[in-house]
């Protein structure tokens, strides 16, 4: 599917390893956190999203997802590790998946027929969605957690550079 795509998984990755990074410092009571209006504690935010991420490379690429989130929890350093190898995954498969209207993927009740561009953006809104839920919980419990805009991603990678 392109360039575009796998750059689009790089900045979902690198965002994702910021705010980990952030979570990693929190003692477990701070991962029980939560705010109204957000997917529930830190924790369970996490690990779901990580079960998700498992389920998306998995229903574009085969196999077995190495992680669920009805798995017990594993600790912020073991989600790292599942969510890195998934947006990996992704990242793979969004540099060779060709639109395909024949593509099915089983979700929710059934099979669905479904073009693989809308596996992946799924992928990428759903993080984005969860990632602002975690930075909501932060922010109304007075944690910092930095710029994970687009923005900060150029700037971190030399994409964005002031010249005056």
Not at 35 to 48: D, E, K, L, N, V
Not at 76 to 103: C, H, V
């Amino acid at each position: 599917m392109g360039p575009h795509w796998v750059e689009a998984f790089r900045y979902h990755r690198w965002a994702n390893l910021r705010l980990l990074e952030v979570c990693e410092r929190l003692a477990p009571e701070q991962l029980e956190l939560t705010s109204p209006g957000t997917y529930g504690t830190i924790r369970a935010t996490w690990q779901h999203l990580a079960g998700a991420e498992q389920r998306y490379a998995t229903r574009l690429g085969g196999g077995q997802p190495a992680f669920s989130e009805a798995d017990e929890f594993p600790g912020i350093a073991r989600l790292r590790e599942f969510i890195t190898g998934s947006t990996d995954r992704l990242m793979e498969l969004a540099e060779k998946l060709q639109p395909d209207p024949t593509y099915t993927a089983r979700f929710r009740d059934g099979e669905y027929r479904v073009e693989p561009g809308i596996v992946l953006l799924q992928a990428l809104h759903h993080g984005n969605d969860h990632r602002t839920h975690i930075g909501t919980i932060l922010g109304a419990h007075g944690i910092a957690y930095g710029d994970m805009d687009l923005w900060a991603y150029g700037e971190s990678i030399g994409a964005l550079v002031k010249v005056s």
